[in-house]
T-cell receptor, first 112, second 113 residues
Framework: QQPVQSPQAVILREGEDAVINCSSSKALYSVHWYRQKHGEAPVFLMILLKGGEQKGHEKISASFNEKKQQSSLYLTASQLSYSGTYFCGTSDSGGGADGLTFGKGTHLIIQP | DAGVTQSPTHLIKTRGQQVTLRCSPKSGHDTVSWYQQALGQGPQFIFQYYEEEERQRGNFPDRFSGHQFPNYSSELNVNALLLGDSALYLC????????????FGPGTRLTVL
């Protein structure tokens, strides 16, 4: 089943924070976050594995709540370059590089 | 280090025709996955190839077939094209062991008229 992302869209001013959520009705092994700009390929942001470890890179971090099968992506002090559509992709088996099931995406617009 | 490459960039076909799309994985990767992304939607998993065999398949009809070559590159073939096959076709490469990161190529935009 397709994970559910929320919100569908969000508009922020530069420097504001954003949280994007991804939830699944199935037990997950991993959650993968990507950002896609119009007309371009999805760009990998981070992967979270079963175990709930919070991963981060500079001003973008994420968490994975195993009990709730939910992941959240945190964008701190957003920059204009953060604009795009964010997708979470999920895998429910640890069989290695499985095909991912993606949500419908969250459109993020950062205004100056 | 070359990333994932795909060809062609764009393609226009008519209904009923057949199409072949190509993908070269990132250096060192042995697994190739194909996704279809309709306008305004997230990528949808078609199938995955490892060791020249189809390992996993999503909910796509048999009109969609693929191949992986000994150098790990891959082809996606679609027969009897339908208008609904118009989409961006993305190839992603990864390492088979572990829940590894999948890196996407730039995609092939297929338009079926």
């Amino acid at each position: 089943q397709q994970p559910v992302q929320s919100p569908q869209a969000v508009i922020l001013r530069e420097g504001e924070d954003a949280v994007i959520n991804c939830s699944s009705s199935k037990a997950l092994y991993s959650v993968h976050w990507y950002r896609q700009k119009h007309g371009e390929a999805p760009v990998f942001l981070m992967i979270l594995l079963k175990g709930g470890e919070q991963k981060g890179h500079e001003k973008i971090s994420a968490s994975f709540n195993e009990k709730k099968q939910q992941s959240s992506l945190y964008l701190t002090a957003s920059q204009l370059s953060y604009s795009g559509t964010y997708f979470c992709g999920t895998s429910d088996s640890g069989g290695g590089a499985d095909g991912l099931t993606f949500g419908k995406g969250t459109h993020l617009i950062i205004q100056p | 280090d070359a990333g994932v490459t795909q060809s062609p960039t764009h393609l226009i076909k008519t209904r009923g025709q057949q199409v072949t799309l190509r993908c070269s994985p990132k250096s060192g990767h042995d697994t190739v996955s194909w996704y279809q992304q309709a306008l305004g939607q997230g990528p949808q998993f078609i199938f995955q190839y490892y060791e020249e065999e189809e390992r996993q398949r999503g909910n796509f009809p048999d009109r969609f077939s693929g191949h992986q070559f000994p150098n790990y590159s891959s082809e996606l073939n679609v027969n009897a094209l339908l208008l609904g096959d118009s989409a961006l076709y993305l190839c992603a490469s990864s390492l088979v062991w572990g829940a590894d990161t999948q890196y996407f190529g730039p995609g092939t935009r297929l338009t079926v008229l």
